[in-house]
């Protein structure tokens, strides 16, 4: 059993700033790549940030040079730093990764969401 819990999700003013940590925890044999998603009310969920195993990582263009994708893998962490936050931001934000698990090579989770409210 994997199991993906986010944190860090709040009520901040537009222009602050608001850290997400998503931790992995259970019986898993690596942590391939991670991500993290958001859906406002009424849209699609979306992909924000992800993060390859390499280090390589991809923004949505609506969040490039605000929001900031890391990880700690002696943690099983990954963040999402959050800057100069809109309106159009909030949303409930979830973090996914893939597993390599005893028996799939790349099984994808998802944690349970993190509501971000921006809003003055």
């Known amino acids: 059993q994997v199991q993906l819990v986010e944190s860090g999700g709040g009520l901040v003013q537009p222009g602050g700033s608001l850290r997400l940590s998503c931790a992995a925890s259970?019986?898993?044999?690596?942590?391939?790549?991670m991500g993290w998603y958001r859906q406002a009310p009424g849209k699609q969920r979306e992909v924000v940030a992800a993060l390859t195993p390499g280090g390589s990582t991809n923004y949505a263009d609506s969040v490039k040079g605000r929001f900031t994708i890391s990880r700690d893998n002696a943690k099983n962490t990954v963040f999402l730093q959050m800057n100069n936050l809109k309106p159009e931001d909030a949303a409930v934000y979830y973090c996914?990764?893939?597993?390599?698990?005893?028996?799939?090579?790349?099984?994808?989770?998802w944690g349970q969401g993190t509501q971000v409210t921006v809003s003055s």
């Open positions: 996914n990764a893939d597993f390599a698990t005893s028996y799939s090579r790349n099984a994808r989770y």
């Open positions: 259970g019986s898993f044999r690596s942590i391939n790549a």
